[in-house]
Each structure stands twice: as structure tokens, then as C-alpha cells.
């Protein structure tokens, strides 16, 4: 069930244990340092200053959303909350080790810390695991998506949303047929999705007519909706900074984390301590690195995603709904007067950097499907770390420590879950039940 995103639940599932835990039941109003600055990171700030809290956000760039939440797909999926560890996954991992033309990378590395993920992800790779974890994605992005919309209402920020669903389609009748399997057990636990043969496609989303005849059908969620997740944690840290007086330490790094009779004292940075009662840790790839030293083992793995954002000059003829070609792996959305398309899953470790080569898939995409719509001339690329974990499900709440929060590990859909996961922490700071089911969402090391 899709929850409302309100102040004050009315849920009666067994959540007071993970609410005691946090050290700070009963204590409206208190001092919470963030770290980091991408979208989960703002979104968090953003629920702390509205319940009352003092609130100072962290992060090493020298704006919000400069890293992983700068270059993403754009897309708000609910419809993409299938884990990705499943026996299908399983194939494609072992396939990628001696294939290039996939849309998944890997590299393979002697890195304990690699070894380590991948073992735990060999584990969820079954069909009883893989149900379990996409219906946790599901409860976290359902619950996401009505999260972002009361904010936008709230807050009036733009930043190019469109919530005309998204389509996710299919080259051949076969994967088409896989595909709406697989869509089935998010059908039943709250999503609507319409199955559809090439002609609705072309009907929904009359940008795809010309390559009509190369597609099979498709799956339209017309509860999926995109938006530039850079603008909206830019225009968010602005409201926050104007409305709510929450402050922002730009180009500053975390060195540290000093602890001090069982709870966190302070955060060391290059510019010195910062102290606080409370802290939240949402720095995406990064968060595990910083959290190891204080005996907090994140398994998380950076997966390293490209994209390009292509300007469009001829809005006619560009695509509307956010899509996804599920057969070449490459997501695209539409923001404003840009449309930004994405693709690969690569294991690299926390290399950032790219070359043309790594482009070649998603501009030939782009020539295929909207080639007369953009100006392919003035193409902006990008390479950033997804934060993996190796159920695909994100980890939020207290760990080890009192004071010290968790919101971590949102992979591929970090843009999806940021509100969902960012109200789900204040609450429990706040002393309050989350409005969702915490089952599964937690830290457990």
C-alpha cells in the first residue's frame, strides 16, 4: 500500500524497537551534521529542518548534486524496483567477464572488498531471495514517489518534473513476454502497469513511431514519472538555506569520525571538527569507506554508470514519458529542453573517469530513436559511482552508535527513493514510527 507521506502515521506494525534505538526518542529539536550533498543527502536535510531541527550539511563539492545525483537517468521509477540479484543476474555477471556488449562491466579485481560484495550478491541470486528484495525496493519507492510530490507541492521548487509515467520497452515479442513476467509481482503489490503491442507504444509516446516496427511492445507505469534530481537538490538547498536557515559547508571533506563514550562526538574535516547531537551519513559510494574506521562495515560496492545529456532542437519530435529499452539496458528522460540518456552497470572500483568508447551505446541509442530531436553536436558526458549493495536494497537507521544514522546504498535509484528514505531517518530521529514497514531497511552489522 502506498503510503501518504504525513506527519503523524497511523501504522501498527512492530516499530517502536528500531525507534528506541536511535538514542533520541523524546528530543524535538536537536543539532544533526549530514554528510553529504547529493539528492538522499538534501532530501534528509530537508525532513530534519522541517521537524525543527539545526541542521548543517557537509560535503567536499562546491555545490549540491555535483557527483553521483549530477548525470543520473532522470527517472522517479517505482517500475524499476526489481533487485537486480537474480538467477538472470547471475548469467549476465558471469557473461561479463569475457563480453563487452552487454550493458554490465566488470573488471575483475583481487580487491577483499570487491570479493567480499560479490560473494554476498552470489547469495541473493535466487528466485526466493530476488522476490524478497524487489518487494522491498517496491515498499521504500511507492512510498518515495508520494514523498517527492508532497515536497515539490510544498516547496514550489522546479526542476523539470513530468509525471507522465515512464514506458519500458522491449525489441523482441520473447523479452517482451519475460518482461511483463517479471513486472507482474510489482502488479500485485501496488504498481499499475498496462502491457502494450507497438502500436499503443507508438500511441503513448508518438517520439517512438519512426522505430515502431523495431520493437515488440512494451510496459507503461503511468504511476513512474522523471525530473533532474541535480535541480531539485540545488533548488532544495536554496529553500533550505532561505526558509529554514539550514547551513551548507561547501568544499569541505570528511577526514574522520571521532567517537567518545559509545556515541559519535564529532566529524574531523580539512576544515576543522564539527559537532553536533546527531549525524546522518548519506555519502553515497564513499559512505563505506568513511564508515569502516569506526567498525561500521557497509556492503557497499561503487558500480560505475555513464550518460550523456543531449540539448533538443526540435520539441516536437522528442519523447515525452521517460523511457527505458529494456533489451540494450539504456534509460533516457526528458529535462526541459535537454534529454538525458544512460547506460552500464560497470565494476571498476572507484574509478570515475571515461573515454568515448564508453559512450558508444547510448549515442547510438539516441541517433536510433531521436536522432532528428537533438543536437548531437553539443553532447555533455559523464561517468559516476553507484552506491550497490548486493540485495539492491538501500540502509537506513541507527548504527552501532546512538547518534549516528545511516542512509546509504540506494544503487541505481537513489533518485527514486531520496525523499522516501530521507523521511524515513527524520522520523526516526524525531522519536517517531517511519510511516513504512522498516523490515529489511536497517542496518544489521
Known amino acids: 500500500m502506498v503510503m501518504d507521506c504525513r506527519d503523524e502515521p497511523g501504522n501498527d506494525y512492530g516499530g517502536e524497537s528500531i525507534v528506541a ?19 538522499v543527502g538534501i532530501a534528509t536535510a530537508y525532513y530534519l529542518a522541517e521537524d525543527g531541527h539545526d541542521v548543517t550539511v557537509i560535503d567536499r563539492q562546491q555545490e549540491a548534486a555535483s557527483e553521483t545525483s549530477l548525470g543520473n537517468a532522470g527517472l522517479v521509477s517505482p517500475g524499476d524496483s526489481y533487485a537486480w540479484a537474480s538467477p538472470e543476474a547471475l548469467r549476465m555477471f558471469v557473461k561479463s567477464l569475457y563480453r563487452r556488449d552487454l550493458g554490465i562491466s566488470v573488471r575483475p579485481s583481487l580487491d577483499p572488498h570487491f570479493l567480499a560484495w560479490t560473494g554476498k550478491f552470489l547469495l541473493q541470486c535466487t528466485h526466493a531471495r530476488a522476490r524478497v528484495n524487489t518487494l522491498r525496493k517496491l515498499r521504500i ?95 532544495l538547498a536554496d529553500w533550505l538555506a532561505a526558509n529554514r536557515n539550514v547551513r551548507f559547508s561547501w568544499l569541505t571533506t570528511v577526514t574522520g569520525i571521532e567517537i567518545e563514550n559509545g556515541k559519535v562526538s564529532c566529524v574531523l574535516t580539512d576544515k576543522g571538527s564539527f559537532c553536533a547531537d546527531a549525524y546522518v551519513l548519506a555519502m553515497g559510494a564513499d559512505s563505506a569507506l568513511i564508515a569502516r574506521p569506526i567498525g561500521i562495515r557497509l556492503p557497499i560496492y561503487p558500480v560505475k554508470g555513464y550518460s550523456i545529456t543531449v540539448p533538443i532542437r526540435e520539441p516536437g519530435l522528442a519523447p515525452r514519458l521517460g523511457g527505458v529499452d529494456e533489451d540494450k539496458l539504456i534509460a533516457y528522460s526528458r529535462l526541459g529542453d535537454r534529454l538525458r540518456i544512460a547506460s552500464t552497470a560497470e565494476f571498476a572500483g572507484y574509478d570515475r573517469s571515461h573515454e568515448p568508447r564508453n559512450f558508444r551505446a547510448v549515442m ?16 555533455e558526458y559523464w561517468a559516476g559511482l553507484r552506491p550497490m549493495t548486493p540485495t539492491s536494497v538501500p540502509i537506513l537507521g541507527p548504527a552501532r552508535y546512538g547518534n549516528f544514522h545511516l542512509n546509504v546504498g540506494h544503487g541505481h535509484v537513489g533518485w527514486t527513493m531520496a525523499a522516501g528514505t530521507g523521511k524515513f531517518v527524520a522520523d526516526l530521529i524525531a522519536g517517531r514510527k517511519p510511516e513504512i514497514d522498516p523490515e529489511g531497511l536497517t542496518y544489521e552489522g
Not at 187 to 215: C, F, H, Q, Y
Request: glycine share 10%; net charge neutral; aromatic share 6%.
Open 21 to 39: 534505538r536511535t538514542g533520541l526518542l523524546g528530543r524535538r529539536a536537536v543539532n544533526v551534521i549530514v554528510l553529504g550533498g547529493g539528492v
Open 141 to 235: 519507492a511507492l512510498y518515495a514517489r508520494d514523498c517527492i510530490n508532497a515536497l515539490e507541492a510544498r516547496t514550489g521548487i522546479d526542476y523539470h518534473s513530468a509525471k507522465h509515467g515512464i514506458l519500458y520497452f522491449y525489441r523482441s515479442q520473447a523479452s517482451l513476454d519475460h518482461g511483463a513476467a517479471h513486472m507482474r509481482l510489482l502488479a500485485e503489490n501496488g504498481l499499475k502497469i498496462e502491457v502494450v503491442d507497438r502500436n499503443r507504444l507508438a500511441e503513448i509516446e508518438p517520439a517512438l513511431e519512426t522505430a515502431r516496427d523495431s520493437l515488440a511492445g512494451g510496459i507503461y507505469s503511468p504511476m513512474d514519472q522523471t525530473g533532474d534530481s541535480a535541480e531539485f537538490s540545488r533548488r
Open 364 to 379: 547510438a541509442l539516441a541517433k536510433e530513436l531521436f536522432g532528428a530531436a537533438l543536437d548531437l553536436a553539443q553532447v
